[in-house]
């Protein structure tokens, strides 16, 4: 699944952060959110009610450490992606 992430950040189809993530929500931008599973309560809580809002699906498998690895940056606790193809392929992974 970091390999995925890794590439599609890559292909540009990730924003990174909770803030940035969120807006892109708002705009209709955003079809699979990834939330670190050691962010801290009020990150989960903002995301996880933008997401059942805007009905987008959140996935909590991953450690920040792990996210960070993928993109090649620190403490990364919340990216949303942005494409289609991507979405499913990771909730394609997750199901495995």
Known sequence: MDK???????????TVGTEITIDALRKKKICLIILANDASELTKKKVRDK?????TTVLEDLDS???????????????GITEQGFCQLLMDQKRK
Do not use: C, F, P, Q
């Open 4 to 14: 995925t992430i890794g590439l599609a950040y890559r292909a540009r189809k990730v």
């Open 65 to 79: 450490h792990t996210l960070s690895l993928a993109l090649g940056k620190k403490d990364i606790k919340v990216i």
């Open 51 to 55: 997401a059942k809002t805007y009905e």
